[in-house]
């Protein structure tokens, strides 16, 4: 089976885009190591900036890729698209049959990108490659560093304070600065007696502490956190991190 890509005019920094193109149209006994199926997950996993992304298999079926921050946002098969979903859940259901449907039995498929009209995130429900992989019912590996970075970023942004430990690197902070002196006792370790989420590297763990805010500590990929967090940020914590680390 060999999958390419042949880019439509892809803007200089593209980022990642840019790195899967010349990864994927570099030879076909590289591309041919996964299946169809296999190189759509990556190149959603890698494309960072808004593309639509055209698919047409050896059989001349295509099928629309609207995709953008490493989701998949709309499948358009033969110019029909349904509904939009109500959440990333339905999206990925909704977009495994299409896929399935659609690339199942083909052998080879090449893959066009170009920008799209409008910005997928801003209208659209989507879902990420390992959520996708999931519910089609096939293995695959996100790009964990990266949604790392993304869950970090989002940590820091809804932190009431927050330190990242400084290794061959300086130390940042930022937040109340009464809670990151506190801070630093945690750092490098799992804080005894919290909760680990998920099974697996990188690892997340929360200690809910007295007043019922929260220590959160994230280590894996070379980067590493502690912060805390209000008490009502719980759950949108866990589904961001199942969103990007750990569906």
């Known amino acids: 089976m060999t999958a390419q890509i ?15 193109i010349g990864r994927l149209s570099a030879g076909d006994e590289a591309a041919g190591t996964a299946n169809p199926i296999q190189a759509v997950l990556r190149e959603i996993d890698e494309t960072v900036l808004p593309r639509r992304i055209t698919l047409r298999s050896e059989t001349g079926a295509a099928v629309d890729l609207l995709v953008s921050n490493r989701r ?33 039995q083909v052998r080879r498929v090449t893959l066009h990108a170009a920008r799209p009209e409008v910005d997928p995130d801003v209208q659209h429900i989507g ?42 690197v300086a130390e940042r ?47 894996g990929a070379g980067r590493g956190m502690v912060a805390v967090l209000a008490e009502d940020r719980r759950g949108a914590l866990l589904d961001i991190w199942h969103s990007l680390i750990a569906p």
Do not use: H, M
């Open 127 to 168: 879902c990420t490659a390992q959520a996708l992989a999931q519910a089609i019912g096939v293995a695959f590996r996100a790009n964990t560093a990266a949604g790392l970075e993304e869950f970090l970023a989002w940590i820091e942004a809804e932190a009431l304070a927050w330190l990242r430990p400084g290794k061959g």
């Open 6 to 20: 042949r880019p439509q005019a892809a803007p200089p920094g593209s980022g990642r885009l840019a790195g899967a």
């Open 72 to 104: 998949l946002y709309a499948v358009t098969v033969g110019g029909e698209a349904e509904a939009d979903p109500s959440d990333p859940q339905e999206a990925a259901g909704i977009f495994a049959r299409r896929l399935k449907a659609a690339l199942g």
């Open 173 to 219: 902070s930022g937040g109340a600065a009464d809670l990151i002196g506190p801070l630093r006792a945690f750092a490098g370790r799992t804080p005894e007696g919290a909760t680990q989420v998920g099974g697996r590297a990188p690892l997340c763990s929360l200690l809910p502490l007295p007043d019922g805010r929260l220590v959160l500590s994230v280590s």
